[in-house]
């Protein structure tokens, strides 16, 4: 089972800039981090998914490819994404 409406509606709710907004960065980031949480999980008792294991990379790839993109468009945005959610700061000390 993947994310639920009522789940992706909630993450929209806390990460949207403006109260149309469905796909900003933030956003997309935010559910991103929600799929791969759930996927992580599952991971815990389907150890032998390595389908489901491409995909979960794939995703972590779209993530980190908004993340870059979020850091090198505005970097206060980025940091405020990084904080909320709780990622590890990986991108700036490459940028630099």
Do not use: C, P, W
Not at 25 to 42: D, F, K, S, W
Not at 54 to 67: N, P
Not at 73 to 89: E, F, P, Q, T, V
Request: net charge positive.
């Amino acid at each position: 089972m993947s994310l639920t409406k009522e789940q992706v509606a909630e993450i929209i709710g806390e990460h949207r800039r403006s109260d149309t907004d469905t796909g900003s960065a933030e956003v997309q980031i935010a559910l991103l981090n929600a799929r791969i949480a759930y996927l992580t999980e599952h991971f815990r008792s389907a150890r032998h998914d390595h389908h489901s294991r491409r995909g979960l990379f794939l995703l972590v790839g779209q993530q980190r490819g908004m993340l870059r993109y979020l850091y090198g468009s505005d970097i206060d945005r980025y940091r405020a994404i990084i904080a909320k959610l709780g990622l590890r700061d990986r991108l700036s000390t490459r940028a630099s």
